[in-house]
């Protein structure tokens, strides 16, 4: 049974950084490609961020570029998101998933971590 914890999660002011943290359990990340999501009060649930199961490619929503950077250490089985130069709009329900390679839909979320930005 493959789990996912997402942690640092936190209220941060406008302009701050946070880093959140996903741990995998039950495989092994390096099987997957990994995503970050968010979902916003009243708003579906957006794409953030992307890493391939390598690690060698990423890619993000223009909303979070040249912000947010995903990364990965395989050896701690952990998936990171920095996020930088937080906005208020970026208050969500940030999520974890994971994904098969060889598939687009993600199979496994993790249960989310609330990250609030103040104004």
């Known amino acids: 049974q493959v789990q996912l914890e997402e942690s640092g999660g936190g209220l941060v002011q406008a302009g701050g950084s946070l880093r959140l943290s996903c741990v995998i359990s039950g495989r092994t990340l390096s099987s997957y490609a990994m995503g970050w999501f968010r979902q916003a009060p009243g708003k579906e649930r957006e794409f953030v961020a992307a890493?391939?199961?390598?690690?060698?490619?990423?890619n993000y929503a223009d909303s979070v570029k040249g912000r947010f950077t995903i990364s990965r250490d395989n050896t701690e089985n952990t998936v990171y998101l920095q996020m930088n130069s937080l906005k208020p709009e970026d208050t969500a329900v940030y999520y974890c998933?994971?994904?098969?390679?060889?598939?687009?839909?993600?199979?496994?979320w993790g249960q989310g971590t609330q990250v609030t930005v103040s104004s």
């Open positions: 890493v391939s199961w390598k690690g060698g490619n990423t």
């Open positions: 998933a994971a994904r098969s390679p060889v598939v687009t839909v993600y199979r496994y």
